[in-house]
């Protein structure tokens, strides 16, 4: 199995733009987390997914940030418009039907925002 | 509201033994989890204590009391290469996982 695939693997991108950061989970798994970690705010876990449905989106900052799952095979986070202060490494993770016992993650989208 | 705490580092020599501790307040536990991440890299998933007690993996045990709400890592036999972050994550209703801020393990030869 190919594990979590995130895409792009590093993001530039000035203020006011749109940042999409798109995860594939790996085949099978039912849940789908989105995290963004920085050195001061540690690893926050933003949304997750159970059967492609949002089930806790409470972690997400504001307006700004939305997510989405369309199918089983990809997920999307959007930023719009995107802040500097949006800059950290964003995490996609996946587990199976046991929840959160075990969760793979992506190798994460490192995102600056100038 | 929730919250972890876990010392922010932890410097021990090669072939020793290390524990990191994790406390935690939270509502609605189910869990306790660990991961490692070394620099740059992701966090992968290391043990997972749902019941009070000691789990066993390779080099790697920890631990849980739940009525302390308390549990460590126990890392044995220290390698270079286990040089990482180790965060605890405590496991909430649906799966979803709070993380500790991380210890910083620094293993020096």
């Known amino acids: 199995d190919a594990g979590v695939i995130q895409s792009p693997r590093h993001e530039v991108t000035e203020m006011g733009q749109e940042v999409t950061l798109r995860c594939k989970p790996i085949s099978g798994h039912d849940y789908l987390f989105w995290y963004r970690q920085t050195m001061m705010r540690g690893l926050e876990l933003l949304i997750y997914f159970n059967n492609n449905v949002p089930i806790d989106d409470s972690g997400m900052p504001e307006d700004r940030f939305s997510a989405k799952m369309p199918n089983a095979s990809f997920s999307t986070l959007k930023i719009q418009p995107s802040e500097p202060r949006d800059s950290a490494v964003y995490f996609c993770?996946?587990?199976?039907?046991?929840?959160?016992?075990?969760?793979?993650f992506g190798p994460g989208t490192r995102l600056t925002v100038l | 509201g929730q919250s972890l705490e876990q010392p922010s580092e932890v410097t021990a020599v090669e072939g020793a033994i290390v524990q990191i501790n994790c406390t935690y307040q939270?509502?609605?536990?189910?869990?306790l989890s660990w991961y490692q991440q070394h620099d740059g890299g992701a966090p992968t998933f290391l043990s997972y204590n749902a019941l009070d007690g000691l789990e066993e993996t390779g080099r790697f045990s920890s631990f849980l009391s739940r009525s302390d709400s308390y549990g460590y890592l126990l890392l044995q036999e220290l390698q270079m290469k286990d040089s990482a972050s180790y965060f605890c994550?405590?496991?909430?209703?649906?799966?979803?996982?709070?993380f500790g801020q991380g210890t910083e393990l620094s293993v020096k030869p």
């Open positions: 993770a996946s587990s199976g039907t046991s929840g959160g016992r075990e969760q793979f």
């Open positions: 994550a405590v496991r909430g209703q649906g799966g979803k996982l709070i």
């Open positions: 939270t509502s609605g536990f189910y869990g």
